[in-house]
């Protein structure tokens, strides 16, 4: 396995790891403000003590980009994007893994732990051939990304 080098602990509620390999694995938390973001990741971990995930737009009456729509969508099962996006309901970290949100909820202090031996268990498989089946997987996502709203 390559060196398992960046850690980012850009605050008390989110953590980054990366592995330095031509193609990498991102494995992140929900984030403040961040919940786009953390769609992003492959794999999503949140911390159980306190936080949440909301998409508030529909709450401040902010509608979603075509870009966005289809990340939530993409990434998100359907009943749960539905939810989220009409009601922008919090939620927590256990709600979140039962609603396909994110894939695991751990305790604060393991999540580096947590995040590592994923990213660890990952490592082998990341090479050039990843990224061309990131991009085949994701292929309608990128499209809707890239259409610019005004």
């Known amino acids: 396995m390559e060196e398992l080098t960046e850690v980012d602990r850009g605050g008390p509620d989110s953590i980054t790891l990366r592995a330095h390999i031509d193609e990498t694995f991102t494995i992140g938390p929900k984030v403040h403000g961040g919940a786009m973001l953390a769609l992003c990741a492959d794999h999503r971990i949140m911390r159980t003590e306190r936080g949440f995930w909301s998409l508030p737009e529909a709450a401040l009456s902010m509608p979603f980009t075509r870009g966005m729509a289809s990340l939530v969508r993409t990434r998100v099962p359907d009943a749960a994007a539905t939810e ?4 922008s309901r919090r939620y927590g970290a256990d709600d979140a893994v039962a609603a396909g949100i ?3 909820a751990v305790a604060v202090d393991d999540r580096v732990t947590r995040a590592a031996e994923i990213a660890e268990q990952r490592a082998p498989l990341a090479n050039s051939n990843l990224g061309a089946i990131k991009k085949g997987l994701r292929q309608p996502l990128l499209a ?3 259409v610019v709203t005004p």
């Open 102 to 104: 994110v894939e695991e």
């Open 84 to 87: 989220a996006m009409l009601t």
């Open 144 to 146: 809707d990304l890239a």
